[in-house]
């Protein structure tokens, strides 16, 4: 416990006698520390033997005393009575005196050696001095920010008869240094050290100066202010450099509340030593708070750390404002802007003959290898986010066939701000996505096999309805729960890949289903362009190119309605299932057609697009194998794995009632056993095929019992529908013959 002791701050006389008479003493002590020296030289680089006035306090100054003497000591605070003896201000610790105008010792700084640096105690807060003793007599005078500067330009030798230095003690000058200095001001010889940041210039300055110079110093701040940067070093951590040195740090996420700016604020030495403190920077008890407990610890004017929060709020105002402008949900990008060369190039495209053939060549060069109907199928859906209905599709295929290179291949060749990708959604995704962030978008999901049941349900929903409202529990404004109902709405065609084929059937009915080209050919064409990948013969600017010309394309169709007034004379097949879905796509179909011809259809006085009858030629030759599908018990891999099949026995003895095994087919077919297993048991469920004899254990032995004549089946429905659109194209015998061209007027 400390014992109160009398202030002996009313006496400097007495504290001044017992300075000069400790001085030689702490002199000696540094002389025998070599340790000490060496730790200086270390830390800060400087030879303190070199500085005649400081030294060192082991704290045995008062041993071999009388009483009395340990009492003045007392009297003096530079001892204090402790419970288990004295303790010395300072003690092993370097010291320092500060001087009076006349050269006398009147306080005493303690410097403690730490691995950034010098840290400063003063003795008595009330008793002015400076530090070192000042030639009035000098022609020049260097003022110093930081003590460890000042003490090496006295180490340097750099202290003569016309020149001197002062140490501006905590980043400023007290009056009795203003004194001293102000002659050295007014003459022009007094220089300030690059360790005085502009900040405290202007301070110095003001203390210092005339009116007309206070009225320049203003200019010199406001220039600084100016250039002033806060730099984001990464998201959770900016910093600004301190006008005092060192530097503010603001780690973490800043509050998005405006009415308050809640940080976790530190500031770096240069020592790398750091202050921290959590504090709201616009309340001014917490800021003022932060200011003391900085400026005690560092001995930096509280003015100087006052006037840095002011400009470290403002920027942080500004970036946070800057956040919210910049903000921008996954749908709410930004548009990616073409230039007019661009666009007019687009143009003529656009209105060249053979434009669809035209974007077919324009995927192919984009990287896409084959698939020549399927890829321009798919383009053509996920341009159709533009029309009043969006398309889907879904690509059903086995592992490793190419269905994300397909889809991710078209997905390039679109504008890039309008693309969605969903890699995985959980159960309520779909719920929470801001009310415009799915209209006019593309969505395309990698794999619809990683979407739980409630996540199908939600696309389905936005598919067919194009709104989700979902009933939330949310608290008003005065605590109590409320119920919220919340709008997502979508306005977005789809791509989609899976490799099950069972995916739930009232997605599967609002989507149109693909698949891959698994033929051998189509393998040799993929090989034969990765070898030319690989060999470097594929040109990656050109691909490019391709693709930008796509996305100009796309960027200059207008979502404009279509009408088709043939639509009343040409009907699906009726051997086609689930009509009620797919006669609504077909139209689509026709609608898409139109619409990226638009630049050559003529137009309605409601500025709607008027199909033509070789749109409708166009979109059944497109979507025939969609079409098709839908008539089909099969997908796509199933159907091209059957027929093989069925080829395979015909040239097999005994034809194709001969019995197979799954290994005869697995070799022949070159196909792994599982993507066999899974073929030849949904044929057993459908019927196709039948078990004759074999063991569970072994192998079995199967032979087809259903053989459909699928080609049958797609000749008869391509012929009904190109035979609707001859009939289209004959002119009328008679005058109450339907006449096409008349329907089109």
């Known amino acids: 416990m400390e014992t109160l002791l009398p202030d002996s701050e009313e006496n400097p006389y007495h504290t001044s006698k017992l300075l000069k008479e400790l001085l030689p003493h702490f002199r000696k002590a540094l002389s025998g520390f070599h340790k000490v020296r060496e730790e200086v030289l270390h830390t800060c680089r400087i030879h303190v033997l070199a500085i005649k006035d400081i030294g ?49 010792p009147v306080n005493l700084m303690a410097l403690k050696v730490t691995e950034t640096g010098l840290a400063i105690d003063t003795l008595l807060n009330k008793v002015q001095g400076t530090y070192p003793a000042v030639n009035p007599h000098a022609k020049t005078l260097h003022l110093f920010g930081e003590l460890t500067a000042c003490l090496a330009f006295i180490a340097d030798g750099k202290i003569n008869l016309d020149t001197a230095c002062m140490f501006a003690i905590g980043a400023k000058l007290n009056p009795l240094q203003i004194g001293i200095a102000k002659p050295f001001y007014q003459n022009g010889s007094l220089v300030f050290d690059e360790s005085i940041s502009m900040v405290q210039k202007e301070i110095i300055i003001n203390a210092l100066g005339t009116v007309d110079e206070k009225q320049e110093a203003p200019a010199l701040a406001e220039e600084e202010t100016e250039q002033r940067t806060l730099y984001i070093v990464h998201p959770h951590k900016l910093t600004l450099e301190a006008s005092f040195g060192g530097e503010w740090q603001v780690v973490g996420n800043l509050d998005k509340d405006l009415a308050t700016l809640k940080v976790t604020l530190f500031y770096q030495n240069a020592h790398l030593k750091k202050f921290r403190g959590k504090l709201d920077l616009f309340d001014t008890a917490q800021v003022q708070k932060y200011s003391e407990g900085l400026s005690s610890q560092e001995f930096i004017p509280e003015e100087l750390i006052a006037l840095d929060l002011v400009d470290l709020t403002a920027l942080l105002e500004a970036h946070r404002e800057k956040q919210f402008e910049d903000y921008r949900p996954e749908g709410n990008r930004a548009k990616e802007e073409i230039t007019p060369e661009r666009q007019s190039h687009a143009v003529e495209v656009l209105q060249k003959n053979n434009l669809l053939e035209t974007i077919n060549t324009l995927l192919e060069k984009s990287g896409i290898v084959g698939e020549e109907n399927t890829r321009l199928a798919l383009f053509l859906i996920a341009l159709s986010y533009k029309m009043p209905e969006p398309l889907h599709a879904v690509i059903v295929s086995v592992s490793g066939s190419g269905k994300s290179h397909l889809i991710n291949g078209i ?148 979502a404009r309605e279509v009408i088709n007034p043939y639509a009343e004379y040409i009907t699906l097949p009726k051997e086609l299932k689930d009509q009620r879905r797919l006669a609504p796509m077909f139209n689509s179909f026709i609608g898409l057609v139109a619409n990226v011809n638009q630049y050559q259809r003529k137009s309605d006085d409601k500025n709607r697009i008027i199909a033509e009858i070789d749109d409708i030629q166009l ?101 009904n529908l190109y035979a609707q659109i001859e009939v289209l194209r004959t002119p009328p015998r008679d005058a109450n013959s339907f006449d096409p061209k008349e329907s089109e007027a």
Not at 641 to 662: D, I, S, V
Not at 671 to 679: E, Y
């Open 56 to 104: 060192y306090n082991n704290g045995k100054a008062h041993h071999s005393k009388d009483d009395e003497y340990a009492l003045e000591l007392k009297a003096a605070r530079l001892l204090r009575v402790m419970n288990s003896g004295y303790r010395w201000f300072g003690k092993k610790q370097l010291v320092l005196p500060l001087y009076d105008t006349d050269h006398n």
């Open 411 to 558: 997905a390039a060749c679109m504008p890039t701000d309008d693309i969605l990708q969903i890699t995985r959604a959980s159960a309520k995704s779909f719920f929470h996505f801001d009310e415009q962030q799915l209209v006019n978008k593309i969505m395309v999901i990698q794999d619809m096999d990683g979407m739980p049941r409630e996540a199908l349900y939600a696309l389905r929903e936005l598919i067919s309805f194009k709104k989700l409202y979902s009933s939330l529990s949310k608290k008003d404004k005065f605590g109590n729960v409320r119920a919220e109902v919340k709008l997502v709405q979508g306005h977005f065609s789809s791509l989609a890949a899976t490799t099950n084929p069972t995916i739930y059937f009232d997605n599967a009915s609002r989507s149109l289903l693909f698949s891959v080209d698994e033929s051998p050919e189509q393998t040799e064409r993929i090989n034969a362009y990765l070898a030319k990948l690989s060999a470097g013969k594929i040109d990656k600017e050109e691909q490019y190119l391709a693709r930008q010309q796509i996305r100009d394309i796309v960027r200059m169709l207008q």
């Open 619 to 719: 979109a059944v030759r497109i979507f025939f194998d969609a079409i098709v599908l839908k008539a089909d018990d099969f997908d796509n891999s199933l159907r091209q794995f059957y027929e093989r099949l069925k080829t395979y026995l015909k040239e097999k003895q005994g034809g194709q009632q001969a019995a197979f095994t799954q290994r005869e087919i697995r070799l022949a077919f070159g196909l792994s056993k599982a993507h066999v297993s899974r073929f030849l048991f949904e044929l057993r469920s459908l019927e196709y095929i039948t078990v004759t004899g074999g063991y569970k254990n072994k192998q079995y032995f199967y032979y087809l019992t259903n053989t459909d004549d699928y080609q049958q089946l797609r000749e008869s429905i391509k012929s």
